[in-house]
Protein backbone atom coordinates (compact mmCIF):
# COMPACT_ATOMS: atom_id res chain seq x y z
CA UNK A 1 0.00 0.00 0.00
CA UNK A 2 0.99 3.77 -0.26
CA UNK A 3 0.21 6.86 0.59
CA UNK A 4 1.32 10.62 0.34
CA UNK A 5 0.75 13.50 2.60
CA UNK A 6 1.06 16.63 2.19
CA UNK A 7 1.17 19.05 5.15
CA UNK A 8 0.25 22.03 4.16
CA UNK A 9 -2.89 22.78 1.84
CA UNK A 10 -2.34 26.39 1.75
CA UNK A 11 1.30 28.30 1.37
CA UNK A 12 1.65 31.57 1.14
CA UNK A 13 5.17 33.21 0.22
CA UNK A 14 6.12 37.04 -0.93
CA UNK A 15 8.26 36.99 -4.48
CA UNK A 16 11.74 36.27 -4.21
CA UNK A 17 11.88 34.31 -1.08
CA UNK A 18 12.27 31.05 -1.27
CA UNK A 19 9.53 28.19 -1.72
CA UNK A 20 9.00 25.33 1.28
CA UNK A 21 6.58 22.45 -0.52
CA UNK A 22 6.17 19.10 2.42
CA UNK A 23 5.57 16.18 1.14
CA UNK A 24 5.36 12.62 3.56
CA UNK A 25 4.77 9.29 1.93
CA UNK A 26 4.64 5.73 2.55
CA UNK A 27 5.06 2.75 -0.03
CA UNK A 28 5.83 -1.05 0.80
CA UNK A 29 8.10 -1.02 -2.23
CA UNK A 30 10.82 0.96 -3.73
CA UNK A 31 9.17 4.45 -4.35
CA UNK A 32 9.06 6.67 -7.11
CA UNK A 33 7.60 9.81 -6.24
CA UNK A 34 6.72 13.12 -8.68
CA UNK A 35 5.54 16.60 -7.90
CA UNK A 36 3.37 18.05 -10.56
CA UNK A 37 2.03 21.64 -11.01
CA UNK A 38 -1.30 22.29 -11.71
CA UNK A 39 -2.70 25.83 -13.05
CA UNK A 40 -6.40 26.65 -12.48
CA UNK A 41 -8.44 24.37 -14.93
CA UNK A 42 -5.54 22.71 -16.56
CA UNK A 43 -3.56 19.60 -16.63
CA UNK A 44 -0.99 18.79 -14.89
CA UNK A 45 2.30 19.81 -15.33
CA UNK A 46 5.15 17.16 -14.29
CA UNK A 47 7.66 19.16 -12.21
CA UNK A 48 10.12 16.39 -11.06
CA UNK A 49 10.73 13.03 -10.28
CA UNK A 50 12.66 10.89 -7.96
CA UNK A 51 13.19 7.05 -8.98
CA UNK A 52 15.93 5.60 -6.97
CA UNK A 53 19.00 7.92 -8.56
CA UNK A 54 20.83 11.21 -6.94
CA UNK A 55 18.51 11.57 -3.84
CA UNK A 56 18.26 15.25 -4.96
CA UNK A 57 16.66 15.99 -7.85
CA UNK A 58 16.37 19.12 -10.04
CA UNK A 59 13.01 20.08 -12.14
CA UNK A 60 11.82 22.85 -14.30
CA UNK A 61 11.26 26.23 -13.08
CA UNK A 62 14.21 25.86 -10.72
CA UNK A 63 12.42 23.81 -8.29
CA UNK A 64 14.26 20.85 -6.57
CA UNK A 65 13.39 18.01 -4.34
CA UNK A 66 15.46 15.95 -1.77
CA UNK A 67 14.12 12.07 -1.53
CA UNK A 68 15.19 11.12 2.35
CA UNK A 69 14.52 7.89 2.94
CA UNK A 70 15.08 7.75 6.67
CA UNK A 71 12.24 10.72 6.80
CA UNK A 72 9.98 9.39 4.09
CA UNK A 73 9.55 12.72 2.58
CA UNK A 74 10.10 14.39 -0.72
CA UNK A 75 9.96 18.24 -0.04
CA UNK A 76 10.12 20.52 -3.33
CA UNK A 77 11.74 23.79 -2.62
CA UNK A 78 12.40 26.53 -4.76
CA UNK A 79 15.24 29.54 -3.58
CA UNK A 80 13.15 32.60 -4.68
CA UNK A 81 9.44 32.12 -5.83
CA UNK A 82 7.51 33.83 -8.78
CA UNK A 83 4.78 35.49 -8.90
CA UNK A 84 4.07 32.74 -11.91
CA UNK A 85 4.92 29.96 -9.21
CA UNK A 86 1.11 30.42 -8.05
CA UNK A 87 -0.44 27.39 -8.45
CA UNK A 88 -1.53 24.09 -7.29
CA UNK A 89 1.28 21.52 -6.06
CA UNK A 90 0.21 17.57 -6.38
CA UNK A 91 3.41 15.27 -4.31
CA UNK A 92 2.83 11.75 -5.63
CA UNK A 93 4.13 8.48 -5.30
CA UNK A 94 4.08 5.32 -7.56
CA UNK A 95 6.00 2.17 -5.74
CA UNK A 96 7.60 -0.56 -7.90
CA UNK A 97 4.72 -3.60 -6.78
CA UNK A 98 1.30 -0.81 -8.06
CA UNK A 99 3.49 0.34 -11.60
CA UNK A 100 0.14 1.30 -13.16
CA UNK A 101 -1.36 3.13 -10.55
CA UNK A 102 -0.23 6.63 -8.80
CA UNK A 103 -1.12 7.99 -5.46
CA UNK A 104 -1.87 11.37 -5.12
CA UNK A 105 -1.50 13.71 -2.30
CA UNK A 106 -4.43 16.13 -1.28
CA UNK A 107 -2.08 19.20 -2.80
CA UNK A 108 -0.89 22.41 -1.83
CA UNK A 109 -2.54 25.75 -3.16
CA UNK A 110 0.89 28.26 -3.42
CA UNK A 111 0.12 31.91 -2.91
CA UNK A 112 3.07 34.62 -3.82
CA UNK A 113 2.65 37.82 -2.94
CA UNK A 114 3.91 41.06 -4.34
CA UNK B 1 7.72 14.03 -26.56
CA UNK B 2 4.71 12.14 -24.89
CA UNK B 3 1.83 14.30 -25.28
CA UNK B 4 -1.33 13.51 -24.30
CA UNK B 5 -4.11 15.66 -26.09
CA UNK B 6 -7.42 15.93 -24.62
CA UNK B 7 -10.54 17.22 -25.74
CA UNK B 8 -12.68 19.22 -25.67
CA UNK B 9 -11.19 21.63 -23.08
CA UNK B 10 -14.84 22.49 -21.56
CA UNK B 11 -18.32 21.35 -22.08
CA UNK B 12 -22.13 22.05 -20.78
CA UNK B 13 -24.84 19.90 -21.45
CA UNK B 14 -28.11 19.62 -20.08
CA UNK B 15 -29.31 17.25 -17.72
CA UNK B 16 -30.03 13.82 -18.97
CA UNK B 17 -28.07 13.80 -22.23
CA UNK B 18 -24.48 12.05 -22.74
CA UNK B 19 -20.92 13.98 -23.07
CA UNK B 20 -17.70 12.35 -24.90
CA UNK B 21 -14.60 13.03 -23.91
CA UNK B 22 -11.46 12.08 -25.90
CA UNK B 23 -7.77 11.43 -24.56
CA UNK B 24 -4.93 10.62 -27.20
CA UNK B 25 -1.83 10.06 -27.10
CA UNK B 26 0.29 11.60 -29.68
CA UNK B 27 3.41 10.45 -30.23
CA UNK B 28 3.56 7.30 -28.30
CA UNK B 29 1.60 4.50 -28.10
CA UNK B 30 -0.77 3.87 -24.63
CA UNK B 31 -2.25 0.56 -24.04
CA UNK B 32 -3.42 1.58 -20.58
CA UNK B 33 -4.47 5.05 -19.88
CA UNK B 34 -6.12 6.34 -16.68
CA UNK B 35 -8.73 8.75 -16.27
CA UNK B 36 -9.40 10.69 -12.94
CA UNK B 37 -11.99 13.45 -11.82
CA UNK B 38 -10.94 16.71 -9.13
CA UNK B 39 -13.60 18.09 -8.04
CA UNK B 40 -12.93 21.98 -7.10
CA UNK B 41 -9.88 22.27 -4.56
CA UNK B 42 -9.65 18.63 -4.49
CA UNK B 43 -6.87 16.21 -5.11
CA UNK B 44 -7.75 14.13 -8.36
CA UNK B 45 -9.19 10.82 -7.30
CA UNK B 46 -8.77 7.87 -10.07
CA UNK B 47 -11.84 6.32 -11.98
CA UNK B 48 -10.59 3.70 -13.97
CA UNK B 49 -8.12 2.07 -15.88
CA UNK B 50 -8.45 2.07 -19.78
CA UNK B 51 -6.72 -1.39 -21.84
CA UNK B 52 -6.64 -1.30 -25.11
CA UNK B 53 -8.49 -4.36 -26.25
CA UNK B 54 -10.43 -5.18 -22.96
CA UNK B 55 -12.63 -3.96 -20.69
CA UNK B 56 -11.32 -0.94 -18.37
CA UNK B 57 -10.80 -1.34 -14.64
CA UNK B 58 -13.08 0.91 -12.27
CA UNK B 59 -12.01 1.79 -8.98
CA UNK B 60 -14.54 0.97 -6.29
CA UNK B 61 -17.41 3.49 -6.19
CA UNK B 62 -17.09 4.50 -9.38
CA UNK B 63 -20.81 3.00 -11.71
CA UNK B 64 -19.29 1.55 -15.17
CA UNK B 65 -22.93 1.76 -16.41
CA UNK B 66 -22.28 5.47 -16.10
CA UNK B 67 -18.73 5.79 -17.03
CA UNK B 68 -18.76 4.24 -20.28
CA UNK B 69 -14.76 3.99 -21.20
CA UNK B 70 -13.59 2.89 -24.49
CA UNK B 71 -10.03 2.32 -25.82
CA UNK B 72 -10.14 0.69 -29.51
CA UNK B 73 -6.59 1.60 -30.41
CA UNK B 74 -3.29 2.13 -28.95
CA UNK B 75 -3.76 5.99 -28.90
CA UNK B 76 -7.58 7.00 -28.29
CA UNK B 77 -9.37 6.31 -24.95
CA UNK B 78 -13.00 8.07 -24.62
CA UNK B 79 -14.87 8.25 -21.87
CA UNK B 80 -18.30 8.61 -21.96
CA UNK B 81 -20.49 10.53 -19.55
CA UNK B 82 -24.14 9.02 -20.15
CA UNK B 83 -27.80 10.57 -18.54
CA UNK B 84 -25.30 13.33 -16.91
CA UNK B 85 -27.13 14.80 -13.68
CA UNK B 86 -25.40 18.62 -12.26
CA UNK B 87 -23.42 16.25 -9.91
CA UNK B 88 -21.42 14.88 -12.32
CA UNK B 89 -19.91 18.28 -12.47
CA UNK B 90 -16.12 18.20 -12.07
CA UNK B 91 -12.91 18.29 -14.21
CA UNK B 92 -11.82 15.28 -16.04
CA UNK B 93 -8.09 14.30 -16.62
CA UNK B 94 -6.96 11.71 -18.33
CA UNK B 95 -2.89 10.47 -18.34
CA UNK B 96 -0.35 7.94 -20.07
CA UNK B 97 2.81 7.00 -19.98
CA UNK B 98 4.70 5.88 -22.80
CA UNK B 99 5.06 1.64 -22.75
CA UNK B 100 8.16 0.12 -20.85
CA UNK B 101 9.29 3.48 -19.13
CA UNK B 102 8.32 2.75 -15.31
CA UNK B 103 10.35 5.75 -13.97
CA UNK B 104 8.92 8.33 -16.63
CA UNK B 105 6.32 10.18 -15.15
CA UNK B 106 2.88 9.77 -16.64
CA UNK B 107 1.78 12.93 -18.81
CA UNK B 108 -1.52 14.20 -18.36
CA UNK B 109 -4.00 16.28 -20.67
CA UNK B 110 -5.30 18.90 -20.42
CA UNK B 111 -8.49 18.20 -18.51
CA UNK B 112 -12.32 19.32 -19.17
CA UNK B 113 -14.37 21.11 -17.66
CA UNK B 114 -17.58 19.44 -17.61
CA UNK B 115 -20.76 21.44 -16.28
CA UNK B 116 -24.27 19.66 -16.28
CA UNK B 117 -27.08 22.24 -16.56
Known amino acids: AQSVTQLDSHVSVSEGTPVLLRCNYSSSYSPSLFWYVQHPNKGLQLLLK??????LVKGINGFEAEFKKSETSFHLTKPSAHMSDAAEYFC????????????FGSGTQLTVLP | GAVVSQHPSWVICKSGTSVKIECRSLDFQATTMFWYRQFPKQSLMLMAT?????????EQGVEKDKFLINHASLTLSTLTVTSAHPEDSSFYIC?????????????FGSGTRLTVV
Open chain 1, 92 to 103: VVSDSGSARQLT
Open chain 2, 95 to 107: SARPPGQINYGYT
Open chain 1, 50 to 55: YTSAAT
Open chain 2, 50 to 58: SNEGSKATY
